[in-house]
């Protein structure tokens, strides 16, 4: 089964007189959010393009020096993933080349150097990831497709425009899953290559990049001793917790189906409990396929609408936030009416004000507070019920909800691991600034924005265990 076309779009047609249709070169795959191998629509696609009689298929993975404040607990996780990728095409006869550098310059010396035929990638709605395939689409020959193989209905189609909130997108989003949320091609009908492009070949044999900003092959051809230690970020322990890469990422998911599917619903708002998948790690790096998830759910036989609401509705929503609103990440983003109500209130006092090394050090003097902060800091993944809670009290702590939400980011982003997401963005406007929710009775600082109180949240769950659990002293 071919790929859906309504996956795909042309960032570049080829032109006619363009040499890429004599050219002898690979279809290169440039992976980015998509890091796997399996159930990966922008591979499938690129494999179906390099179908035709000559061409072959190469993946290309651009390692950026820093990308949105991730540190050495980020980059590890997603570098032992791209090792299994690596490791996993080399078993295919795929090579799979590993750059250094800016894409917009590495991918398109790599197209010249390997005189590749066509470029896929895959989509991200962030802003530096869309820039720079425009970027590209100007300067390359060659035709330059997108494949969303990220959201299970392609950002594009699943609405035209930013959508106000879960009620309105919901309805087309379920309108379109009966198209979208099909099986993928079994891994066997993945097209496998007899023979390494020559000049891919060439440069395995000898293990030498033929420029210095490149190593290539599969695993053999990368010191992947020296990647992970990725020198470039700035150095933070690893995370305790979540093991990477597309296998862990899959015993992961089968463990939720078999044994927390059934009392999500319930117990997900528990942060004492694990009744969450634990996946947003995953997700985030595309070490496994939200329509893969989602696949496996529907099929348990096990009700499994509150989850299904989470990871299709809620997830591609902040795709949608991202990919139409460039505000995503500063206050401009917020909706009209909480914009207005948070600066009516901005001159309201405020009893706490806590500096960004304050709230980063967890030395608030709010001890559920600091023991989200410390679960995030340990396990590089905060609950998901306090992390609206975290980010509405630096709202109330600080001098400004522009400061609120600069300071709620600069942490997000920088120790949990599924951060630099959309859905950190979307997650933090709507804490902080009302996204995709609706006015509520006005009170100080918070205006009309909903608000969540330390006396709310012990009526929730056992507040003293999560705080026992998580303090510094511990
Ligand atoms: P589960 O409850 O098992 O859900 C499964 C999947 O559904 C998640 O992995 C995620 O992809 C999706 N999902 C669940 N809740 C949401 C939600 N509210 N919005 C969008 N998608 C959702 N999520 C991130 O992936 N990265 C972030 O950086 C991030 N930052 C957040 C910051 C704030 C202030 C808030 C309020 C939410 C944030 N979220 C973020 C959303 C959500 O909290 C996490 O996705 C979830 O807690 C991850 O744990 P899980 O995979 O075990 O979730
Ligand atoms: N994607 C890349 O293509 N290259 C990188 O070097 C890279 C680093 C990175 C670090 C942390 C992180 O959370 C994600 C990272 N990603 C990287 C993936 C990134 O999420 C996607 O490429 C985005 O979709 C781009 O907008």
């Known amino acids: ?148 193989a990220h959201n299970i209905i392609p950002c594009w189609l699943a609405s035209p425009k930013q959508e106000w909130a879960a009620y309105s997108f919901r309805p087309k989003v379920h309108r379109l899953l009966f198209e979208f949320l099909d099986e993928f091609p079994a891994s066997s009908s993945f097209p496998s290559f007899p023979a390494l492009p020559e000049k891919v070949a060439a440069k395995n044999a000898t293990n030498e990049p033929v420029k210095s900003s490149f190593q290539e092959g599969g695993s053999a051809g990368i010191d992947w001793q020296e990647v992970l230690e990725w020198p470039e970020a ?7 917790g979540s093991e990477p890469g597309e296998r862990a990422a899959f015993r992961q998911m089968d463990y939720f189906l078999k044994h927390r599917l059934a009392g999500y619903e319930n117990e997900r708002n528990n942060p004492n409990i694990s009744g969450q998948s634990g996946l947003s790690p995953y997700l985030h790096f595309g070490q496994i396929s939200a329509q893969r998830v989602a696949l496996e759910a529907a099929r348990s036989g096990i009700d499994a609408g509150a989850f299904l609401e989470e990871l299709i509705v809620r997830r591609e929503l902040s795709d949608n936030y991202c990919y139409y609103n460039q505000h995503y990440d500063d206050v401009q983003g917020f909706p009209a009416w909480a914009l207005r109500s948070l600066d009516e209130h901005s001159g309201d006092r405020r009893e706490y004000l806590y500096s960004l090394p304050e709230l980063e050090k967890a030395a608030t003097h709010d001890d559920l507070w600091n023991a989200a902060q410390q679960e ?10 306090l992390r609206m809670y975290w980010a509405k009290k630096i709202l109330e702590w600080t001098a400004t909800p522009a400061a609120a939400q600069a300071a709620a980011i600069y942490l997000n982003d920088r120790y949990e691991l599924d951060g630099r997401d959309p859905n950190g963005y979307a997650g933090i406007a709507w804490s902080i600034g009302g996204l995709h929710d609706r006015a509520w009775k006005e ?15 012990k009526r929730k769950f056992d507040v003293q265990a999560y705080i026992d659990r998580w303090s510094p002293s511990r």
């Not at 700035?234 to 305790?240: F, G, H, I, L, V």
């Not at 995030?376 to 019920?385: E, S």
């Open 1 to 148: 089964m071919p790929v859906n076309p309504r996956r795909i779009r042309a960032l570049r047609k080829e032109s006619h007189d363009s040499h890429a249709s004599q050219s002898s070169g690979p279809v290169i795959y440039w992976m980015s959010r998509d890091q796997r191998v399996r159930d990966n629509w922008a591979l499938l696609y690129a494999g179906e393009l390099a179908k035709t009689p000559g061409s072959h298929l190469a993946v290309a993975f651009c390692l950026a020096p820093s990308f949105l404040g991730a540190t050495k607990m980020q980059y590890r996780f997603m570098l032992q993933g791209l090792k299994e990728v690596s490791d996993d095409l080399s078993a295919r006869i795929i090579p799979f080349i590993l750059l250094r550098g800016d894409p917009r310059e590495e991918i398109s010396r790599l197209i010249e150097e390997l005189d590749a035929g066509a470029l896929v990638c895959d989509f991200s709605p962030l802003r530096d990831s869309l820039e720079c395939k425009s970027h590209l689409a100007q300067i390359i020959e060659i035709a330059f497709y997108e494949v969303d």
């Open 234 to 240: 700035e150095e933070m322990p690893a995370a305790k």
């Open 376 to 385: 995030m800091q340990q396990t590089g993944k905060m609950h998901g019920y």
């Open 443 to 457: 009170r100080a600082i918070f205006g009309k924005v909903r608000y969540m109180s330390y006396s709310g949240a």
